[in-house]
């Protein structure tokens, strides 16, 4: 409120302000709504108690800087200024009920609204904060410049006691089975090699660079917390084409433990409700922080598609995936720097970028049906599994089980009409693309389709082809009618092909 004995003056937030005054008003109102009242005039009767109110609070609230950026201080300094603020006014008015005890005003109206403004403020401050630190992000510090002659450090061979020490290690962590998958892939027992059981962050940035070309790490990513920052230092300690092997129980492995383990009706039970705990509250805004005070990040249910993306997007190129008893293990040689940069997205609501007319790259709003990191994969999934009939990669593991019953009925597509309103799209015309898929049609195609928008409903529809190249044959002819007969004519003309055979053929979303 004060430094050295004197008020701080500043420039008030207005919208602070304004919010104060709403909230004070929904509290007021819900009082007249849910307390007997004996008045069938409440604001009138209260208008000058609750004016007073209102000047009170906010003159307190302007002194014990209530009113600066938000982000200027902390959540716990709000809060203890909340309070003050709260009991000031609540002693204030305390004391003229006492003073006045035949006052026309009631006691419980008066207290109640201050009670109320009160939690109504602390929600306010909660929400927020939650999703400030949601969606803070900690940058790790890299130092890509440095990046010179990256090779790794010449390696030699351990000493025979050396040696088995860390085979004993191995297998004390990760088993028989594992330490033979480790053994077959990398040169484990040479110094260029560093086994890691356990994650201490501090000492992570103490490794020479190029120190190691493997990294192998034994604890499993479900049970710790920064994944992310943990691969990044790696990627930046790693000498180019350095190795990471690291392993994750996957969701799937999960859910089957718990499937076999109890009876049907009551193991279902437990896995959503699991499943809600360590896979949904780790990712929600208002439950991250909460989380992992409880259970520092342990038991998180991590999908096979989130960790080969977060692989990928800290800069990893995935080389062999093995599933050893319980767990997968994961060897990925580092392809490039870490691009950690701004706070992932997991929201129900995702924003894709797609390209549009004249070759310009627009933002398109869809419900999310994939895993976390899956658009970091889509190389990989392409390499791994092709395309199928419709254009769609075969088993794309990036899909989860709601999700591929959003595209089956289009449910996924319903806020591309946001795009529609924003004149990004036409409702009839050709598929927005992404980068990647776009690159895979012909250049004569490429060409033909940035002359034009994209639509909500594709030619695809109307034709249903099969393979990519009947998919381009299918777009090329709708383009060309377009040019030939008039974008509105071949539009009309495609909407009512796509209209029966949705209809009268069930043509769905692959």
Known sequence: MSTNGKILFYKPKLWLIGLDLLLIIISISLVFLLLPLTTTTPFQKYSIPFLLFASVWIILSYLFQRYKKLRSRSFFKHIFSLFYISIIVFTIFGAYILIE????????????????????????????FAYKYATQYEVPELHHELRKDAVAMESEELSEDARSERQVRIIENAGKKAFEFINKNVKWDETGTHILSEVKFYELPKIELYQYSTIIQLKKLNDFRGINRMLAIFNEKLPDDGKVICCYKSQNTTKQNILRRKPKILAYVYYIGHFIIHRIFPKFFLTKRL?????????????????????????????????????????AKRDRDAIIQGQRNYGLLIKLKRVGKNNKLFTVYKFRTMHPYAEFIQDYIFEQSNLAEGGKFKNDIRVTTIGKFLRKFWLDELPMFLNLVRGD?????????????????????????????????????????????EIQNSEMRYLTECENQGTFKTDTKYFFLILKNILFKKARSA
């Open 291 to 331: 989380y992992y005070d409880f259970t520092e990040g342990k038991k998180r249910i991590l999908s096979k598609t989130e960790v080969l993306g977060r692989l990928t997007y800290c800069g990893f190129k995935v080389e062999k995936i093995a599933k050893i008893d319980n767990l997968h293990y994961v060897i």
């Open 101 to 128: 005890p035949k006052s026309p005003w009631s006691q419980n109206v008066l207290l109640t609204v201050i009670i109320g403004v009160f939690l109504l403020e602390y929600l306010t401050l909660l929400i927020y």
């Open 425 to 469: 799209i036409k409702f009839v015309g050709v598929r927005p693309l992404s980068k990647h898929y776009f690159n895979l049609y012909s250049q004569e195609l490429q060409e033909k389709r940035v002359k034009h928008k994209p639509g909500l409903l594709p030619p695809f529809y109307a034709d249903m082809p099969k393979t990519l190249e």
